[in-house]
C-alpha cells in the first residue's frame, strides 16, 4: 500500500513535484494538491491528472475528509507561507512535512550527506535549489580535509523562477549560506544566486569553491566523484560539467575570510551543471529537479524505513 501525501504550493516546483511522485514513485500516492489561486496552471493540470485539488490553503486541506489518510505533506510555498502552514499542521503529530522553501523551521536536510541524522524530525527543511546542488560537494571534500570556507554560485534560467522563487531570493542566500556550515562543514559559507535571462535559456550551473587545509588531491577528487554518483541516482541529470581543479594557497599569501581571518591551504573548484528531467518546465530547470527529487528521495526513504508510522 502506498503512503499518501497531499502538496501545498501549485507553483512550478509543487507541480513539478507532483507530476514526479505519480510518474516515478512505487510508495508514495498523490492525494491532494493544494493551492491558493483557482486559476494556478498547477492545479488545472492536477485536476486533469484525477488528483483531488484545494484552492484554499493549508486551513482547506485539513477540513477535508481525506486529510486523517495523509501522512507526509510538502510545502512548495514561500518562507513566510510555511511558517503559517507549520503552525496548523504541528498540531497533527501524525504528520510529517518537507519543507521545500526557505524557512529551515526545521533542520536542514540534504540527502546524501545527513538523512540518518534527521531520522525522527516532524519537520525537515530541503534547504534550496542551490543548496541541494553544492552542499554534498563542500561535505565530500570536508570528509577528506577540514574545509574553511565554502562558496556557491547558483546560476538558473530566469524562466524557470516563479513568484515564489523570486519573494524567496534574500532567504535562499541566508539559508542555503547557514546550510554550507551546518552540513556540509564548512566554518564559514557564502551563496550567491544569478537569475540568467539569458535566451534561450541555459541550464542550471552551479560553481563550488571551497578553501581547505591541505591534503590529498586525488582522495578529494574521489570523494567528490562519489558523492556525484549519489545525487546522480535521484538527479540522472546531475553532473560534473569540468574536471576538478586544484590551487594551492600558501602560507605566504593567504586570503581573508570575514570572520575567520587570514586563511591558506588547498583551493578546490567544481563546476557543476544539473539538466531537468522535463516533466514539467523544460529541460533547463534543473533547478526544479534537483529540488523536487530531493525532496521524493526523501520521503520514500522515511516510508521505506515506516516513518511516518
Not at 510529517?96 to 534527521?118: H, Q
Request: aromatic residues 6%; neutral net charge.
Amino acid at each position: 500500500m502506498k503512503t499518501k501525501v497531499a502538496i501545498i504550493g501549485s507553483g512550478n516546483i509543487g507541480t513539478d513535484l507532483m507530476i514526479k511522485i505519480m510518474r516515478l514513485s512505487e510508495t508514495l500516492e498523490m492525494s491532494v494538491f493544494v493551492g491558493i489561486d483557482p486559476e494556478s496552471d498547477g492545479l488545472a493540470r492536477a485536476q486533469r491528472m484525477s488528483v483531488a485539488i484545494c484552492h484554499t490553503g493549508v486551513d482547506g486541506l485539513i477540513q477535508m475528509g481525506v486529510w486523517k489518510d495523509i501522512k507526509i505533506v510538502f510545502d512548495a510555498t514561500s518562507a513566510r507561507a510555511h511558517l503559517y502552514n507549520w503552525d496548523k499542521i504541528k498540531a497533527f503529530p501524525d504528520k510529517r512535512i518537507i519543507d521545500l522553501t526557505p524557512a529551515a523551521v526545521g533542520p536542514f536536510l540534504v540527502p546524501p550527506v545527513n538523512f540518518s541524522d534527521n531520522i525522527d524530525v516532524p519537520n525537515v527543511n530541503m534547504v534550496t535549489c542551490g543548496g541541494q546542488a553544492t552542499i554534498p560537494i563542500v561535505a565530500a571534500v570536508n570528509r577528506v580535509a577540514k574545509v574553511h570556507y565554502g562558496e556557491i554560485v547558483a546560476s538558473i534560467a530566469s524562466m524557470s523562477a516563479g513568484p515564489g522563487t523570486r519573494a524567496n531570493i534574500d532567504e535562499f542566500t541566508e539559508t542555503t549560506s547557514k546550510a554550507i556550515e551546518k552540513v556540509g562543514g564548512a566554518d564559514r559559507g557564502k551563496a550567491i544566486i544569478v537569475l540568467n535571462p539569458a535566451e534561450p535559456p541555459l541550464v542550471m550551473r552551479d560553481t563550488v569553491f571551497t578553501l581547505s587545509e591541505q591534503a590529498d588531491r586525488e582522495k578529494i577528487r574521489k570523494s567528490i566523484h562519489e558523492m556525484v554518483a549519489e545525487v546522480q541516482k535521484y538527479v540522472p541529470g546531475y553532473k560534473l560539467h569540468q574536471e576538478v581543479q586544484f590551487d594551492d594557497i600558501p602560507e605566504s599569501e593567504p586570503v581573508f575570510i570575514e570572520g575567520l581571518g587570514n586563511r591558506h591551504g588547498l583551493k578546490t573548484t567544481v563546476l557543476l551543471k544539473v539538466v531537468g528531467a522535463g516533466h514539467y518546465l523544460p529541460k533547463f530547470a534543473g533547478n526544479l529537479d534537483i529540488m523536487t527529487s530531493a525532496a521524493r528521495a526523501t520521503a520514500e526513504r522515511m516510508v521505506s524505513l515506516h516513518i511516518p508510522k
